[in-house]
């Protein structure tokens, strides 16, 4: 199982990207999936998540707003916009363990993913 994130770049205040992260090996249609960050000598942290239904997306605080997780066959995208130079950070894509198919795990749970994306650079400066 891969998880491949792409569309990291170096936008400037005010801009926007889109992320986009695609599953191989195995097909996360129903699963949750979400988006955390990990800022240079900071722990990794939630962004935002996609329930498996698609029904229900959650946002952390600092992104509500600016920030939209949607998802496709098998790929799931982040649109950033407004971005911010504090959220320069690897983003990375994550997928739950297979005990959460068709059910929710806790979003924000770094414990509740097993499968992780290589991470995409995000620098946002002027």
């Known amino acids: 199982v891969q998880l491949q994130a792409s569309g990291g770049g170096s936008p400037q205040p005010g801009g926007s990207l889109r992320l986009s992260c695609t599953a191989s090996?195995?097909?996360?249609?129903?699963?949750?999936m979400a988006w955390f960050r990990q800022a240079p000598g900071k722990e990794r942290e939630f962004v935002a998540a996609?329930?498996?239904?698609?029904?229900h997306t959650v946002y952390a605080d600092s992104v509500k707003g600016r920030f939209t997780i949607s998802r496709g066959k098998n790929t799931v995208y982040l649109q950033m916009d407004i971005l911010k130079p504090e959220d320069t950070a690897v983003y990375y894509c994550?997928?739950?363990?297979?005990?959460?198919?068709?059910?929710?795990?806790?979003?924000?749970?770094?414990?509740?993913?097993?499968?992780w994306g290589q991470g995409t650079q995000v620098t946002v400066s002027s």
């Open positions: 996609i329930s498996w239904r698609d029904e």
């Open positions: 090996g195995r097909s996360f249609n129903s699963y949750a």
């Open positions: 994550a997928a739950p363990f297979l005990k959460f198919y068709q059910r929710d795990p806790n979003y924000d749970d770094r414990t509740s993913y097993a499968y």
